[in-house]
């Protein structure tokens, strides 16, 4: 047997402490979902901790603010005490509330100050659509004209973004840096600490969105000294479609005034009085706008169960194995060669690489639909590449050889040029 053979492929899962994760998911039977780092799916536990959620709803009423448990008034700090060890971050420092966008949005009102000649923000050109509307916009409401004031910094190849360019770019008409934690294409992981140093060192205020690296990568954003960060928590974590989402604020700007006040970011102990007067809870909390949304945070207290039990560096380096393991499958089985053309858009080294591979062709919206014919869910993104997420709590390595046997007879048998090329509504 060698490495190339399912048995080997079996032989990795046997040996594996987190395959036992496994089973506390839904997995479709004869489906094989590669799909994690766009929704990850629902385990048991989630599922049971928003069922209890209902339950507190059904028999407790409004009593569940503060008789349910945990109580519903606090959930959004709750969450955040929980979620802080995967970001490397002081309880306080994290709170669950409402999404990436919007707390971009939050954040990026409050830590842009443009002054006289620092007027830019730096981010990239291959970052997430919705990041750069946000950027754009907050331009504009402070008077400024996104086509001058916001620097997307080009990509060499088109698929990553040289970390030089990035630092070459802050200049002293910077006033903000914001960038992915990990390219949501290529799955490029940057390195946070090393371009947070470089922002500091110039006088520059850096936020990260950590949508590709949340519950995938362990984060230190204390010890980096990261300004603030942002994320969604239905994608490597689990907690469901259009779940909450979280946020980070050094403890070093707790005293600032949030820009897009809210009477959930007031000082819990105050909140009811209603007073007119905002005073911030004196922490990240400060920077939730509205009403916890319970429904949609409570998956999240069950999901977050695994990953305490896992552990995200046993996590990390699961994926890690996993991803190189579909790469090396990839190349030495010939599928980056003709008649299969696959490429390999994701850095190899481990220090670069988050939790997907982009699996780049020609003919990437039939490739990812042939896939899904033969019940393999990717997803695709334009205008070439495949993503696919061995997410290490429920993808097995029998999963990664079954996806490269599928990418390969896809190709052998034609299947793929019988598929209708135009995109999805939903890719
Ligand atoms: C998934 C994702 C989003 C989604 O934003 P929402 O506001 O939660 O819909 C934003 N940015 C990045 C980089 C993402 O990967």
Not at 4 to 22: N, Q, V
Not at 86 to 92: D, H, I, R, V, W
Not at 173 to 196: F, K, N
Not at 326 to 352: D, K, M, V
Request: with cysteine.
């Amino acid at each position: 047997m060698t490495n190339l053979d399912r048995g080997y492929a079996e032989a990795l899962d046997r040996a594996d402490p987190l395959a036992p994760f496994r089973e506390r998911f839904y997995l479709q039977p004869g489906a094989i979902y590669m799909d994690g780092n766009s929704l990850g799916l629902l385990s048991r536990d989630a599922e049971a901790a928003l069922l209890h959620v209902l339950n507190d709803w059904k028999t407790l009423g409004i009593g569940g603010w503060m008789d349910a448990d945990p109580a519903w008034f606090y959930l959004g700090e709750t969450l955040g005490r929980r979620l802080a060890p995967l970001f490397g971050a002081e309880p306080e420092e994290v709170v669950a509330a409402g999404t990436i966008t919007v707390n971009l949005h939050a954040l990026v009102a409050t830590f842009y100050e443009p002054v006289g000649n620092r007027r830019k923000i730096i981010a990239t050109e291959l970052d997430f659509s919705s990041d750069v509307y946000a950027l754009q916009a907050q331009i504009r409401l402070r008077g400024g004209d996104p086509a001058t004031d916001l620097v997307l910094v080009p990509s060499r190849d088109g698929r990553t973004i040289a970390e030089d360019d990035l630092i070459a770019a802050m200049t002293d008409d910077v006033a903000l840096v914001v960038l992915p934690s990990v390219l949501y294409r290529s799955g490029q992981l940057l390195d946070i600490e090393r371009l947070t140093n470089a922002a500091h060192a110039r006088g520059i205020i850096i936020g990260f969105d950590c949508a590709h690296s949340a519950g995938s990568i362990p984060h230190h954003l204390s010890r980096w000294g990261v300004d603030f960060a942002v994320w969604c928590n239905y994608k490597y974590l689990n907690a469901g479609p259009g779940s909450i989402g979280g946020l980070y604020v050094n403890r070093k700007h707790f005293d600032r005034v949030p820009a897009l006040p809210g009477w959930w970011g007031y000082n819990k102990e105050r909140q009811f009085d209603m007073s007119h007067t905002f005073e911030g809870a004196g922490n990240a909390g400060a920077w939730q706008v509205s009403t916890v949304t319970v429904l949609s945070a409570a998956p999240l207290l069950g999901s977050l169960a695994l990953f305490e039990e896992a552990g995200i560096e046993r996590l990390r380096a699961k994926s890690l194995a996993a991803t190189d393991y579909l790469i090396e499958l990839l190349e030495a089985t010939g599928l980056t060669a003709e008649p299969y053309c696959y490429g390999i858009g994701t850095p190899r080294n481990h220090a670069a690489r988050g939790g997907h591979i982009a699996v780049e062709h020609a003919e990437a919206p039939r490739i990812a639909r042939a896939l899904k014919a033969r019940g393999v869910v990717p997803d695709y993104r334009p205008p070439n590449v495949v993503r696919l997420a061995p997410a290490p709590l429920y993808t097995s390595f029998c999963d990664v050889w079954d996806t490269v046997h599928h990418l390969r007879e896809i190709v052998d048998n034609g299947e793929y040029r019988r598929m209708d090329a135009r995109r999805e509504v939903v890719a």
